[in-house]
C-alpha cells in the first residue's frame, strides 16, 4: 500500500471512530484509567430512579465519575419528592457524597398528568421506603449545580438527561457553560413512530410527542439551539419502542441481587402499581437504554438527522426531522438482549 493510500486509510477510520462517538459510548474508563465526568439530570420517576441506582454501579466500577445529580420539578415526580428520593438512592447505593439539586416547580410548559405523579410517588416511596423521611433540601438550585459542576471538571463533562430538559436550558443560558460540556444525551422525542402520551395528557394533542418533549418543548427546543455542534445525541422512541419492560427481564433480576443499586431496581420495577402497568405493555426501559448506551457500545444504533421540536398547538412537543433542524446523533433501534444482559451485569457490579 502506497505512503498515500495508508494516510487516506487512517484518516477514515479515525473520521469513522469520531462521527460513532458522537453518538455511541465513550471510551472505556479504563483506557486511560480516568472515568469521565458525569452529571445525571432527571425528573425522578420510577425508570430514572432505575437508571440512577445503574449509575451508581457504574460509578464503583468506575466507567463513569457520578458528579452532580439533578432534579426537573416538572415531570413526574413529585415536587416536594423528587428530591429526597434522589438522595435516597444514592445514600443507599452508597455514594452519599454525591450533591443533588433541583429546578423550580412548575418551570416547564405541560403539567403531568396527576394520576401517573402519584402512581409514581407510591412506587418509589415503596420501594425506597423514605416517606417519612423530611423533604431534602438542596445548597443550590439544580442549573447553579450543572453550571458550577461543569466548569469546575478538569475534563469535559457528559450530561446525561432523562426527563424534560428545564434544568439544563436554564444551565445552557451561559454560553461558556454550554461550550465546555463534552457532550449531552438525552432520552426524548419521536421521530419517526407514534407519541407516548397517556391518559389526562392526551385531550389537547395529537399523540405525535413524547412526553418529556411535551413537558416542556420551549427548554428541548433552547437546549437543541445552545449545545455546541457534534455535542448532542437522543434516544428517542423510535430505539426504547425495542425494549419493553417484561415479567421475564423482572424475574431474572429477582433471582440476581448482588449489589444495592440491583436491588433498589428490582424493588422499584416489581411495585404491584407497576406491575399493572407492565402487564399493559406499555411500560420501557425508555431512561435505562439512554444510560446504558451512553456507557456501553453497541446498545443502540446512531445515526445524524436534522431535528426540530413544534412548540405550539396539537403538535406541542413533537421533534420532527428537517432541513432547517439542529444536527443530532439519534438512535434508530436498539438491541433489546443486549441491553438486558448489560443493564443487569451493571447493576451487579460485574466488570
Request: with cysteine; proline share 7%; glycine share 10%.
Amino acid at each position: 500500500m502506497s505512503h498515500r493510500f495508508r494516510v487516506a486509510a487512517v484518516l477514515l477510520s479515525v473520521l469513522t471512530g469520531a462521527a460513532a462517538g458522537l453518538g455511541g459510548a465513550f471510551p472505556a474508563a479504563g483506557s486511560a484509567g480516568r472515568p469521565v465526568p458525569v452529571i445525571y439530570d432527571s425528573d425522578m420517576d420510577f425508570d430514572d430512579a432505575s437508571t440512577l441506582a445503574y449509575l451508581c454501579e457504574e460509578h464503583k466500577l468506575r466507567r463513569i465519575d457520578l458528579r452532580a445529580v439533578t432534579v426537573a420539578n416538572d415531570g413526574f415526580g413529585r415536587p416536594d419528592r423528587t428530591l429526597r428520593h434522589a438522595r435516597s438512592v444514592l445514600d443507599q447505593c452508597g455514594l452519599p457524597g454525591v450533591p443533588v439539586a433541583e429546578g423550580a416547580t412548575g418551570a416547564g410548559v405541560h403539567p403531568a398528568p396527576a394520576e401517573l405523579v402519584t402512581t409514581i410517588e407510591n412506587v418509589l416511596t415503596g420501594a425506597l421506603g423514605d416517606g417519612a423521611r423530611p423533604p431534602y433540601r438542596a445548597a443550590l438550585p439544580a442549573a447553579e449545580l450543572i453550571a458550577r459542576t461543569v466548569l469546575a471538571a478538569e475534563r469535559p463533562v457528559t450530561v446525561l438527561a432523562t426527563g424534560p430538559l428545564t434544568n439544563l436550558a436554564e444551565a445552557f443560558r451561559s454560553r461558556r457553560v454550554a461550550e465546555r460540556v463534552g457532550r449531552v444525551r438525552f432520552m426524548g422525542g419521536a421521530l419517526h413512530v407514534g407519541g407516548n402520551l397517556y391518559g389526562s395528557a392526551l385531550p389537547g394533542f395529537d399523540n405525535t410527542q413524547e412526553f418529556n418533549m411535551w413537558l416542556d418543548p420551549v427548554s428541548a427546543r433552547a437546549v437543541l439551539h445552545r449545545v455546541r455542534p457534534g455535542g448532542l445525541s437522543m434516544v428517542p422512541l423510535d430505539a426504547t419502542a425495542s425494549v419493553p419492560i417484561t415479567r421475564a427481564f423482572i424475574g431474572r433480576l429477582a433471582a440476581d441481587q448482588g449489589t444495592p443499586g440491583a436491588r433498589l431496581a428490582y424493588r422499584i420495577v416489581s411495585r404491584p402499581d407497576l406491575l399493572a402497568l407492565v402487564d399493559l405493555g406499555i411500560m420501557y426501559w425508555w431512561d435505562a437504554v439512554a444510560a446504558v448506551s451512553t456507557v456501553h457500545d453497541g446498545i443502540a444504533a446512531f445515526r445524524g438527522v436534522r431535528v426540530a421540536v413544534v412548540l405550539d398547538g396539537a403538535s406541542s412537543g413533537r421533534t420532527v426531522v428537517s432541513p432547517a433542524g439542529r444536527p443530532v446523533r439519534a438512535a434508530f433501534g436498539a438491541d433489546a438482549a443486549l441491553f438486558e444482559q448489560t443493564f443487569l451485569d451493571s447493576l451487579n457490579g460485574r466488570p
